[in-house]
């Protein structure tokens, strides 16, 4: 079973994604990983992908479809997978689809973690990371005390550039601009709403 999660930024995919992986028994990938990792592998279309980031361009739809299917036959993902920033546009939905059905699959389910704007203003304007174990905390949840060093390993706590109000309202229209038409082709059984 493929299963596809989808949150705005700040609604915890990462932590849900392991837990959801763990839980189900499959492997979590998530698209900036099997693009890292073709990249790493120096394979024809990772060759593609790095002259396209070194350029700061974008890496179209049917790269990332090729990768994510490429993944997808391999004998890891024969029981499935949780896929994480895939699909990113109707158009690789149902390419997804397309693709499931030719391999004799069912279809798609979305774990969609729908979390209020103000919610993930609020969480993300108080996150802080360690920049060397990459341990995220919140100011509002987390016991940190007076000290700003992570309790994992001790490095000082930053703020994300990304976590600027400004940056979050505008990745949060984003999101719901390019999410909703996505959401809309998952109905009834196949899509899972839970508020997060």
Not at 98 to 107: D, E, H, I, N, V
């Amino acid at each position: 079973m493929v299963i596809l999660l989808f949150g705005p930024p700040g609604s915890g995919k990462g932590t849900q994604s392991r837990l959801l992986s763990s839980w189900l028994g499959v492997p979590a990938l998530s698209t900036g990983e099997m693009l890292r990792s073709e990249v790493a592998e120096g394979t024809e279309l990772g060759r593609a992908v790095a002259e396209l980031l070194a350029n700061g361009q974008f890496v179209s739809d049917d790269m990332v479809n090729r990768i994510v299917v490429r993944k997808l036959q391999q004998p890891d993902y024969a029981r499935g997978c949780l896929l994480d920033g895939y699909p990113r546009t109707v158009q690789q939905a149902e390419y997804l689809d397309a693709f499931l059905a030719s391999a004799g699959k069912p279809r798609a389910h979305v774990v969609h973690l729908d979390v209020p704007n103000e919610v993930i203003l609020a969480r993300l304007t108080s996150r802080l990371q360690c920049p060397n174990c990459k341990h995220i905390f919140n100011l509002t949840t987390d016991s940190l005390g007076w000290t700003t060093e992570c309790t994992e390993c001790g490095s000082l706590l930053e703020r994300r550039a990304d976590d600027r109000e400004d940056v979050i309202l505008s990745r949060l229209r984003t999101y719901h601009d390019v999410t909703g038409p996505i959401l809309a082709l998952y109905t009834g059984e196949n899509y899972h709403r839970i508020e997060g």
